[in-house]
């Protein structure tokens, strides 16, 4: 007998050679091809298929992030010129005080109120789309980052922004920290 295959049927039909993968069904006094039903059967990995599906979800939700932004893979912006804009944030820290008000003009001169002008603009510039809104599809952890709101609005590569940023869950978090020193302070 090959190594392949191996005796599985008992009693009046028996001799018959079979592949592993093959199960033998008793159906009556030797009927069939060898003596009895043959049945193919697939094998399982043991793997169920919705832990499978599951991982492959949390692995795709985090492809093509470059730190919460919702941006392409690419975190350098396709323009060789760097981007230049005016931007206004209100930063609310959420402890009942009135909101911050910042300013940045990333054209030459850089200017603005913000701790490090020149780096923020830096900072933006070497983001692909620092602007761009969580897609409504996205997968986001539930964490809790702090109360601290912010609204960043104005101009940025000759588009109009008007961004609300909050840290209520995973998506946002990585979003706020990926706009760094644009949002100073604590929770910034």
Not at 60 to 84: E, N, Q, V
Not at 88 to 116: F, H, K, M, W
């Amino acid at each position: 007998m090959p190594p392949a295959t191996r005796r599985l049927a008992a009693g009046p039909c028996t001799g018959a050679a079979v592949p592993p993968a093959t199960r033998r069904l008793a159906a009556g006094p030797c009927t069939g091809a060898g003596g009895a039903l043959e049945h193919r059967s697939r094998t399982s990995p043991g793997i169920p298929a919705a832990v499978v599906l599951g991982a492959l979800t949390v692995l795709l939700s985090a492809c093509g992030s470059d730190g919460g932004t919702a941006a392409g893979p690419s975190s350098a912006p396709s323009s060789t010129a760097p981007a230049t804009g005016e931007l206004v944030v209100v930063l609310d820290r959420g402890e009942g005080a009135q909101p911050e008000r910042y300013t940045l003009s990333c054209a030459e001169p850089v200017t603005g109120d913000l701790p490090d002008p020149a780096g923020t603009c830096a900072h933006l510039q070497g983001l692909a789309d620092p602007f761009a809104a969580i897609p409504g599809d996205q997968v986001c952890s539930q964490q809790y980052g702090g109360p601290q709101t912010a609204h960043v609005t104005g101009r940025w590569a000759g588009d109009d922004v008007d961004l609300l940023l909050a840290r209520t869950n995973g998506c946002q978090l990585a979003q706020w920290a990926s706009l760094g020193p644009l949002l100073p302070g604590p929770g910034g």
